[in-house]
């Protein structure tokens, strides 16, 4: 049964830096792709960032140049490296997994992924 757990989530200053992990076990290969998503209060799910195993990376225009993706294969860990926080940022954070390709243009779609965690809160204060 593969798992998703994440951590590192917390309340920060605006300004402020964060690094979130994804821990993910129960299977014998890495997943090609991996996610970070966020629902900020009243807002829908959104995706903040992805990484496939060729590579690629892709980020929402609202966080590049703030925050970075990486993983590392032989932990099976994913993090989300998150600088100059903003308020809006404030929300759950979400990793999710999938074991196939996904187009470019799918990599941020939530709807593409089929394992997630329960999620890390993440409160930006001003």
């Known amino acids: 049964q593969v798992q998703v757990v994440e951590s590192g989530g917390g309340s920060v200053q605006s300004g402020g830096s964060l690094r979130l992990s994804c821990a993910a076990s129960g299977y014998t290969y890495t997943s090609d792709c991996m996610a970070w998503f966020r629902q900020g209060p009243g807002k829908e799910r959104e995706g903040v960032a992805a990484i496939d195993n060729n590579g690629r990376v892709k980020y929402a225009d609202s966080v590049k140049g703030r925050f970075t993706i990486s993983q590392d294969n032989a932990k099976n860990t994913l993090y989300l490296q998150m600088n100059n926080l903003k308020p809006e940022d404030t929300g759950v954070y979400y990793c999710?997994?999938?074991?196939?390709?996904?187009?470019?243009?799918?990599?941020?779609?939530?709807?593409?992924?089929?394992?997630w965690g329960q999620g890390t809160q993440v409160t930006v204060s001003s």
């Open positions: 999710a997994a999938i074991f196939g390709p996904l187009e470019w243009w799918y990599l941020l779609h939530s709807d593409q992924y089929e394992y």
